[in-house]
T-cell receptor, first 115, second 112 residues
Framework: GAVVSQHPSRVICKSGTSVKIECRSL??????MFWYRQFPKQSLMLMAT?????????EQGVEKDKFLINHASLTLSTLTVTSAHPEDSSFYIC???????????FGQGTRLTVV | GDSVTQMEGPVTLSEEAFLTINCTYT??????LFWYVQYPGEGLQLLLK?????DKGSNKGFEATYRKETTSFHLEKGSVQVSDSAVYFC???????????FGGGTRLMVKP
């Protein structure tokens, strides 16, 4: 199947700093990209959706100025957590769609710990 | 809104035991249902899916049947192996933008 590379897999940062998480689709072009977050013992929660040629659409309750999503190209998406706070500690995972009604491919996920 | 509920883990089984991981959902309309698996250090991978009522998805010995009357999509395997140890996620898609709604995940640990 298609491969999505996400890194870093783990990151520890200090409060107030910014962290960038990168996701690349290695062998296909993605028309739609999703970013999810998972808190311990909870579901993966959709944070935002990014479609080709348009800005990201954020889910209710997700601060767009805090979680900056850059859909740089059809193969690259980045999530930057700005002014990180311990409450942002979570598991972040990206997902790409090659086209509408196609299978979603996921990155390996990033475990962020803010100290 | 849509939601997915699956049994909490971890589920610990001996090799060759029978596996059931329960999953129920609430959704408007007729969603597609999925099971994803995440092996240690890897991304989520699609395990199986069903797109309409009474469909059975199957892959690698795993099966799940789309039960509209009970709004369930339980995952089963007749004989688990150590290599099946992973986290399993039940999910649904209502088709709108292909957004997936996930359950909380169930960790399966299979001991030799």
């Amino acid at each position: 199947g298609a491969v999505v590379s996400q890194h870093p897999s783990r990151v520890i940062c200090k409060s107030g700093t910014s962290v960038k998480i990168e996701c690349r689709s290695l062998d296909f072009q993605a028309t739609t990209m999703f970013w999810y977050r998972q808190f311990p013992k909870q579901s993966l929660m959709l944070m935002a959706t990014s479609n080709e040629g348009s800005k990201a659409t954020y889910e209710q309750g997700v601060e767009k100025d805090k979680f900056l999503i850059n859909h740089a190209s059809l193969t690259l998406s980045t999530l930057t957590v700005t002014s990180a706070h311990p409450e942002d500690s979570s598991f972040y995972i990206c997902s790409f769609l090659q086209g509408k009604n196609t299978e979603a491919f996921f990155g390996q996920g990033t475990r962020l710990t803010v100290v | 809104g849509d939601s997915v509920t699956q049994m909490e883990g971890p589920v610990t089984l001996s090799e060759e035991a029978f596996l059931t991981i329960n999953c129920t959902y609430t959704a408007t309309g007729y969603p597609s249902l999925f099971w994803y698996v995440q092996y240690p250090g890897e991304g989520l991978q699609l395990l199986l899916k069903a797109t309409k009522a009474d469909d059975k998805g199957s892959n690698k010995g795993f099966e799940a049947t789309y039960r509209k009357e009970t709004t369930s999509f339980h995952l089963e395997k007749g004989s688990v192996q150590v290599s099946d140890s992973a986290v399993y996620f039940c999910a649904l898609s209502d088709g709108a933008g292909n957004m997936l709604t996930f359950g909380g995940g169930t960790r399966l640990m299979v001991k030799p």
